[in-house]
């Protein structure tokens, strides 16, 4: 996905609570050059604090209507609701919500649907 998307020319980022070392070691894994990466240590917040998505979208020079986060927890859509971030939460396990979570613009397992999304929305 992250390649299709790379190559339609979508700008990429990455936001995690991990340290900036581990964050670069997971980008180098996936084999895709990212615009942006966040982490924790840089940002001096852990998700769903805003500051951290607000970083993001400062660094990406957009404004959160022209992103789409794709989360991969549920706490993550308080932190993105309260910035206006629209959220595709990739639920891959299947997971329950907290019963006061913000909704996804898009709830799914799998990553699949997230190319079409991007095109409609672009």
Request: with cysteine.
């Amino acid at each position: 996905m992250l390649g299709a998307l790379r190559r339609e020319r979508v700008p990429l980022g990455v936001v995690t609570n991990c340290s900036e070392e581990l964050a670069a070691k997971a980008i180098a894994c996936t084999g895709i050059e990212f615009d942006v990466a966040v982490a924790a240590e840089r940002a001096g917040f852990y998700n769903p604090n805003p500051r951290t998505y607000e970083m993001a979208l400062d660094e990406l020079g957009l404004g959160p209507s022209r992103c789409l986060f794709v989360a991969g927890s549920a706490y993550d859509l308080f932190g993105t609701s309260s910035v206006g971030l629209p959220t595709y939460w990739h639920d891959r396990i299947g997971m329950t919500p907290p019963s006061n979570a913000p909704e996804p613009i898009a709830h799914h397992r799998s990553l699949y649907p997230l190319v079409e999304l991007v095109r409609a929305v672009r």
